[in-house]
C-alpha cells in the first residue's frame, strides 16, 4: 500500500492583492484580460516597490543626513570662530592686565616695606608720567612742592637801560672796574629782589674771573646770606649758583675738594623738594654732574645722571597734569580706598591710580595715549593674520559692531572701554560657510542624480538585455520559419516527383527548378546564419583581390534574379563604364547585393521596379539599390544595421525576415573600409549604397555621399 502527500503550491492568482485588481480591471474588459494586465501590474508595482526600497529610500537617508551634517558643519565652523574669538579676548585682557596688576602689586610691595614709590617710578610701570604724594588736605608734599612764595618775577628787567648797558660792557670785556661800577648801578635800580640777587651775583663772578678773589668771595656770601633762597628771573635758586661757580672755579686749584663740593651739591638737590614750574634745580644738577663725570664713578654718575632725567621729566609732567589732578579730586577729598587697593581714576591725559596710605595719598599718572596705544598693538598681536578673527578697541563713545563674538571691559582702568573680537571678514566668513554649504549640497546632490542615473542605467541595460533576449527569441522563430519553408518546398516537389505526381515533363521540370531554386535560398540562408556567427565569435575574415566589381555585382544578380523573392520582380541594372579597380572578396561582395536585392523585394509590392545602380563616386565606387516599398520610418533609419533588429512596425513584422542580412551587410563593407548610406522616407520606398575605396584611393574620400 502506497501512501502519498499532497503538497499545496499557492497560486499567485488566488492573492488577496490579485483579485482585487483583476476585480478592478474586469469591470473594463474580459476576464483573461483583466487577469493579464492584473499580474502585470503586480509586477510593476513590485519593481516600482523594489526601486523605492533600493534607490528612493536610500536616497532620502542620504539627502537627510547630508542637511543635517551641513547644519553640524556650520555650528562648528561658527563654534570654532566664537572659541578663537573668546581665546583672543582672554589673552588681550591677560596681555592688558599683566603691567597694570604689577604696577598695584609693586606700589603696595614698596609701601608695606617702607620704600617710597616715588623712587624711580619707572620701575614701576614703563608708562608712568609722574608720581606725586599729598598730605591729607590735598597739598603736594613729595616729590615736588607748590610754593607760590618762590614764583619768580619776569625778565623784563633786562630791558633797563642801566642792566642792559652793564651786560653790554661785562660782554665787550672792557676794565673789570668799569664794569663792577655798571653792575653796582644797575643794582641800585633795580625794582625787583631777584633782579637785585641776579646782578650782585654777575658782578661777583666777574671779579672772581679777573683775580680779585676777595672781593668776589664776599660779595658771594652776602648773596648766599641775603639772597639765598631767592630765586632769580630764570628760576634758580641763588644758593644753587653760588655753590655751583665756586666748586667750578675749585676745579683748577684743589680738584678733590671741588669734585667734593659738587657731589654735595648734587645729593643736596636730589634730596630736596623741586617747586613745580621751577627747573633750576635740574639744570643746576645737570651742569654739576657734568663737571663731577671725570673724577666720579661711572656706574654711580649713570645712575645719577637717569634720576636727575626722571626728576626733570616727572617735573615736566607736574607741571601739565596737576590741574587735571586737581580737577579729578575735585569733590573727592574723602573718597575712600580700602588699604592694599588702588583706585583708578581717568583723566584727559593721564589715568590716575590713587591709594590712600596712612594719612598720605600716593597720585600716579600713567600716560593715556600710549596705554591706549599698547591695547591697540595688544589687540592687533592677539588676532593674528591666520586667524578668522581680529581684535578692535572701543572707546566710551562708540558701539560694538553687530557681528561681535566676544567683548572684556577695561574695568576698572579704564571706565566705558573695551575689546572687542569680530570676524576678520564677515562677509568672507558667510561666503565660505554658504561655499561649504553648497559644496554639501551639491555632492549631495550629484550622489542621489549617479544614484539616480545609475538606476535609469541599470534599468536601461535590462530593457536592453531583455529586448535583446527577445529579438534573438524572434531570431530564433524566424529562421526556424525561413527554414521551414524551403524545406517544405522542397519535401513536397521531391515527393510529387517520386510519387508520379508530375505527368508532363513540364510539370517535372517546374518541380525541379522549384527543389534549386529552394535549396539555393535555403544555402543563403544558412550561410547568412553561419556568417553572422562567425563575425559575432571575431573569427569572419576576407580575402580583397584586385577586380573588377562590376562583374562581380553581374554574377551576384544573375545568381539571385531567379529566386523565389525576384522570380516575379522587374529589376533594372545600370552599371555606368570605365569603373576603377577594387580590392574585394567576391563572396562577401555578392552576399551583400543579394541582401540588399531580398530586401527591396521582400518589402516592396509585386509592381513595383527595383533599381540597382553602379558609378563611381569620390575615390571610389558606389553601389546602390533602390525600391518603392514601404520604407524604414525616421527612428529606425540609426538602428537597421544592428543584429535582429526588425522595426516596430506591424507592416514589417507580416513579412519574412531574420533580422541579420544589413547587420552582415554593414560588417561586410566596413571590412572592405568602405560605408553604407541609406535614404528613405515611409510610403516612398529606400535607397541603400555601399561605397567602396578604389585601390590607391583615400578610403575617407567620398565626395557626393
Known sequence: MMLGMAVNRPDPNSAPFVRFLRWVM???????????????????????????VMILLPSMLLAYFGISSIQGEELAVMDDVKSQAEASASAFVSQFERPLTGFEDAVLDRLAAGRSPLEAPQELHKDVLVAIKLDADLRVVAPFSRSAAERTEPIEYLFEPMVREALSADRR???????????????????????????????????????????????????????????????FRMEDLVALFRAEAGLDQDPLAAAEALRDLVDRLMNRRWTVGMGGEGAVARRALSELERFADAEWAAATRERIDDRMRMLYWAEKLLPELDAVLAGQRNFSVDKGKLRWVEGDKGLWALTWWGEDLYAFALDRELLIQDARAIAKDVSQPGTPVRGLLLNPDASAPQETLSRRSLVPWMVGWSMVVVPRDHRALQNDLENRRNRRVGIIFLAIVLIGVGAMSTARLVSIELGSARMKADFAANVSHELRSPITQIRLKAESLM??????????????????????????????????????????????????????????VEAVEGSAELVE???????????????????????CVINLLSNAA?????????????????????????????????????????????????????????GIGLAITFYIVSAHKGSVDVVSRPGEGSTFSLWFPALGGDPLDRQGA
Open 602 to 658: 521582400k518589402y516592396s509590392e509585386t509592381d513595383k521596379p527595383i533599381r540597382l545602380e553602379m558609378a563611381r563616386e569620390g575615390a571610389g565606387v558606389v553601389i546602390r539599390v533602390i525600391d518603392q516599398g514601404i520604407g524604414i520610418p525616421e527612428s529606425d533609419v540609426r538602428q537597421i544595421f544592428e543584429p535582429f533588429f526588425r522595426g516596430g512596425d506591424a507592416s514589417v513584422r507580416r513579412r519574412k525576415g531574420t
Open 499 to 556: 510519387l508520379g505526381l508530375s505527368d508532363t515533363p513540364e510539370e517535372q521540370a517546374s518541380d525541379y527548378q522549384i527543389i534549386v531554386r529552394e535549396s539555393e535560398r535555403l544555402s543563403r540562408l544558412v550561410d547568412n546564419v553561419l556568417d553572422f556567427s562567425a563575425i559575432e565569435r571575431g573569427a569572419k575574415t576576407y580575402a580583397l583581390v584586385s577586380g573588377d566589381l562590376a562583374e562581380t555585382v553581374h554574377a551576384a
Open 569 to 591: 520582380r522587374q529589376l533594372f541594372v545600370r552599371i555606368a563604364p570605365g569603373l576603377p579597380v577594387v580590392a574585394h572578396d567576391e563572396d562577401a561582395v555578392s552576399q
Open 173 to 235: 670785556g672792557e676794565e673789570p672796574h668799569v664794569v663792577s661800577r655798571l653792575y653796582v648801578l644797575a643794582e641800585q635800580g633795580a625794582r625787583s629782589t631777584q633782579a637785585k640777587a641776579r646782578l650782585r651775583f654777575e658782578r661777583a663772578r666777574l671779579l672772581a674771573n679777573n683775580g680779585r678773589g676777595l672781593e668776589a668771595r664776599a660779595i658771594m656770601d652776602e648773596v648766599v646770606s641775603r639772597y639765598g633762597q631767592v630765586r632769580d628771573p630764570w628760576g
Open 26 to 52: 474586469s469591470r473594463r474588459g474580459s476576464r483573461v484580460q483583466a487577469m493579464t494586465d492584473a499580474l502585470r501590474l503586480q509586477r510593476s508595482l513590485r519593481i516600482i516597490g523594489l526601486g523605492s
